[in-house]
């Protein structure tokens, strides 16, 4: 449970950072549109923060099953990794910072989905079950 929440933590934090920086080479974009990497790093950034939030929630409400946060936590991860990975391809030496959060939101996206599927098949609940 207080893995699981750390993780989250973690979580947030990472595609929160994504998302601004994101946001904020959006921004200095002044000719032309945006790339395309860069606007999938903050669609990544945010999916990464909804992900987390609703694995907060998960942990509190039993209308959510474990499984499924495994499900969404490995989408983010994908999405995450993805990212990471073009980011370092592409902008080597420029998004360091994006990237490197791109792939530390992916580890803390893994951790949390091998934790909620530990959870589901212990059959622990958490806090939901000490409630009753």
């Known amino acids: ?8 933590a973690f979580q947030i934090l990472c595609g929160a950072v ?6 904020s080479a959006i921004k ?11 606007s999938y790093s903050a669609f990544a ?8 939030l609703i694995g907060i929630a998960t942990s509190f ?7 499924i946060m495994v499900g969404v936590d490995g989408l983010a991860a994908v999405l995450l990794l993805a990212g990471g990975l073009v980011h370092a391809f592409q902008y080597s030496w420029t998004a360091e ?8 939101g992916f580890l803390a996206s893994l ?4 934790l909620c599927f530990l959870a589901s098949r212990r ?3 958490g806090v939901k079950s000490s409630a009753v």
Do not use: C, H, K
């Not at 950034?45 to 987390?52: E, I, K, N, Q, S």
């Not at 409400?61 to 499984?67: K, N, Q, R």
């Not at 994006?98 to 530390?104: G, I, M, V, Y």
């Open 1 to 8: 449970m207080i893995g699981n929440l750390i993780a989250r």
């Open 18 to 23: 994504v998302l601004g920086l994101s946001i």
């Open 28 to 38: 200095w974009q002044y000719f032309g549109s945006a790339p395309a990497t860069t």
């Open 45 to 52: 950034g945010a999916f990464g923060v909804l992900a987390a």
């Open 61 to 67: 409400v039993e209308a959510i099953p474990e499984i």
């Open 97 to 104: 910072a994006d990237s490197a959060f791109l792939f530390l």
């Open 111 to 114: 951790a949390a989905a091998v």
């Open 123 to 125: 059959g622990g609940r």
